[in-house]
C-alpha cells in the first residue's frame, strides 16, 4: 500500500493531514486555557505539564488504528462497515506513553468505556507499517509491531478488571477514584474536540485559524464580552454582597462555592452572572452551566440571555430532552450559525458552549453513564461554573441527588452557586459547612425593607366541585380594572376556573395556561404574559402589540391570568392581586414573587414605581389564599403514605394567617416553622440513589439503555416522578389556519417532501412537525377517554383523542363543546 493512500477520512483526508489538524486545534485550545488548566492543576494536586503531554501524545495517535489494512479497505466502500480503529490506535500509544491517562482517552473517543470493552473485538490484519513509521518519525515517536495483538488486548482487559475491584474503585480514596475520573475526562473532552473540529474543517475546506478563533474564545475574550453585562442596572444589595466576595488576593478563595437566598426579583440570575464574570477575569472557568428544573424554565432563559445581559445566540447552548424541536424552531436567526442542527444538539449535549443551559437532570446524568458521550460532558463540567436555581423547586429526592452532586464539585474545586428565594433549614444545612453563604438583607436600596404585598387567608376553597366561592368572585367583581393573576394546583381547575370566568366575565381578558396545551402554543402564552409585564414599564413596539392583538390581547387594558404551578418559575411578570389555592409555604412565596415584583411597600400610596401610578386610588397589593380542605392536591393527597406533606400543608396555614404583612426577613422564619420534620430526608439514601452507580461508572461502568430524549430516568433517578403522562394528538385543531381532522393532518405531513427521509420515513423535522400539535394528559385522562391510532410508515403509532383543541381552551368536547377537564 503506498502511503499517500493511508486515509483519516472519505473525503480524501490523509492520517498525516487530520493528525497535524487535530494537533492545530489542540495547540490552540492549550494556548487559550493554558492558564487555566494550570489553575485546575494546582487546586487538584495535578501536573499541568502532564497533561499538556498527555493530550498532545493521546491527540497524535488517536487515529493510527485507521492505518490497519482492513479500515482502509473498507473505507473506500459505498456502505463500509468499519472496524473498530481507537482500540487499536492505542496499541501504538502505549509504546511511546505510559501514562494510563493518555491511553484510555485514546481507545475510547469515539465510545464508552464500559464493563463489556473489548469481549468481542476482532484483532486488526496488516498495517501500513511503512506510512505509520514514517509519520511517528517526523513527529519524535517510535513504534513496533513486535507485541502481539492478543497480549495487548489481554493487557487491557486485565486492568479493565482490576479497575472494577471495590477496593480499587473508590469515591475519594483508592487508585480509581473521583480525580482519576476527572483527569481522564478532561483530555478526554479536549482531543474528542480537536478531533471533531479538525474533520469539520476538513470535510468543508474553511480556514482553521480564522474559525478557530471564533469558535473557542479565550476566557479573557468572554470576560471582555460580558464585562458590562449589568448594562445601566444599578447593583442590588444581593449583587454588591457577591462582588465584595471577590476581593481577596487568594485565587483559592474564588472556587469556593456560594449559596445565595434572596427574594424574587432582586437579580439572582446578574449575581450568577457576575460571579462567571469574575471567574473568567482570573482565568478559573472558560464555561457557565446554568441548571433549571424544566425545560420551559431553560427555553426561556436563553431568551434572556440573549436580550437582557447581551450574550452572543452562537455562544449559548441549551439541553434537555426536547432540544432538537427547540433547535428546529429558534435555528438560525440571525444567519450566523456555522453548524448544522445535528451539531448543535452534540455540542450543547456535551456542555460544549461558553453558556450552557440544561435541566438539573442532565447535569446528574453527566457524572454517571447516564447517556453514551457523558464522559465528555464530565470533562467539561470540570472548567465550568455551575449554577443550580429554583432550589426550592425539586423534592426530597432530588435534594438528596444535588447533595451528591455538590459534594463531587466541592472535591473537585469546581466553583458552583446555589441560589433561591426559598429554604428550609434542613436544605441550608445540606449546603452550609463549605458554602459562602450570602443572604438578603431584604431591604431596597434606599434602606426600606421590602414587603411587597400581604397575605389574605380564606378558610373556603377557591373552587370544589364546579361550586365557586363567594370571597372568590366577590373579589373578581371589585378587581375590573387591574391584573389579576389566578395560580391553582390543578389543571382541571384551571380550566373549570377558566369557563366560569369567561361566561361571567365576557368583555374581560382572560388568558389560560397550563401543561395541557401544545408545544407550539406554550411560547406565544408566555410571549403574551411577558408582554403584560413588559408594557408597566415599558412601551412596546409595533411587533409586539401586533402580536398581542394577532392573538386576542391588548396588554394596554387589564387582564386575568388564570394558571397552574408554572406560574411559580417562569413568568416575568408583576400582577395587582394573586388569587392561589393553598400550596406548601414555599410555593406560595414563589407565587407572591409575581405579585408588585421587585418593590418595597404593600401599598400604592407608599410605593412610586410604575406599577403604582397607574392606580387613580389607593391600592393594596394582597395575595389571597384559599384554603383546599381535607386534601392539597397534588402536594398532599390520599395516597401519602406518611404524614409529612400533612404537616407542611397544615403549618402553612398557620403561618400566612399569623404573618399577614410578608417581607424576606419574616418569610425565613416562616420557612422554618413550617418545614419543622427532620425526617424531611430520611426516605433518600444517597448510597442506593446515586454512590453506587457513581462508583461503578467511575471507569469501565454500565452502559445506558436509553437516552433522555426517550423519556427513561436512565442511570439514575433523577426524580421521584410517580405521575404518568402521555402525548396525544387531539382529533381536530387548527392547522396553517385551517381546521384539520387528525387523519388529514397526518397524511399531509407524510406526502410533504421536506419533512421525509429518502426511504419515504418521515426525517426528524417531520416528527417535530407531528409532536408540536400534540398535548400531554394525564393517565386518568388518557384511559378516561375514547382513543384512536395512526400508524406511520415506519410503525410507530400516534394516539389520537377525540376531541377539539383551541388556543384559547386547550381541549374540548365534541358533543357539548365543554372544555375537558
Known sequence: MSSYKVLAKSNGTSLKEHTEDSLKVLNHLLFINNELLENWGKFNGIDAVGLFKSL??????????????????????EEPHLPPHAPYSGYFLSQNEKDIFALLTCISHHSLLTESSFERIEYPDTFNEHYLNHLTNDYGYDISFDLSWKTYFENLKRFKRKSQHPKIRKKWSGTINTKFKAQYCLLLSYLTISDGIASKIEEENINIDENLKKWFPSPTNIYNQISEVEGEKQ??????????????????????PLRIEAPCGEGKTLAALLVAKELLKENIINKVIFTLPTQVTTNNMVQEFEEEYGIPNKWIGVYHSEVMSFLLETDDKEGESDFSISSQKFWNLIYSKQFNISTIDHLLLSLVNGFKFAPRAFGNILNSFIVIDELHYYDSHTIGMLECLCEVLRHLKIPHLIMSATMPIQIKQKFDKDYVKIQSSGKDNLGNEKSPFVFEFHDTSLCDNEIFSEEFLEILDNSNDINVGIIVNTVPNSKKIFVELKERYPERQILLYNSQFMRKDRPKKEKILRLFGKVIFENLDDEEMEFSINHGFDPNLPFIFIGTQVAEISLNISFDLILSDLAPLDSLIQRGGRLHRTMSFFNSDECKCPQCVRFNKKHTYKFHVFDTGEFCYPYHTKKDDNEFMKEVIDNTRIQISENTNFNFETGIKMMDKVYQNEEMFSEFNSDISFWNAYKEDLIFGKKPTRNEEEGGQLRVRTRNIEVSSYDVLPQQFEYNDYCIQAEDFIKKICQTSRFLKKDGNLNFEGINEISKYMIKVSSKLYFSFKLKSIELKDQRFIKVIDAEYTFEKGLITFESQETIF
Open 235 to 256: 447593583f442590588t444589595e444581593i449583587q454588591r454582597k457577591v462582588l465584595n466576595n471577590f476581593c481577596s488576593p487568594d485565587i483559592s478563595d474564588l472556587v469556593k
Open 56 to 77: 498532545r501524545t493521546s491527540t497524535f495517535f488517536h487515529d493510527f488504528g485507521k492505518g490497519a489494512l482492513k479500515w482502509q479497505n473498507e473505507s473506500l466502500k
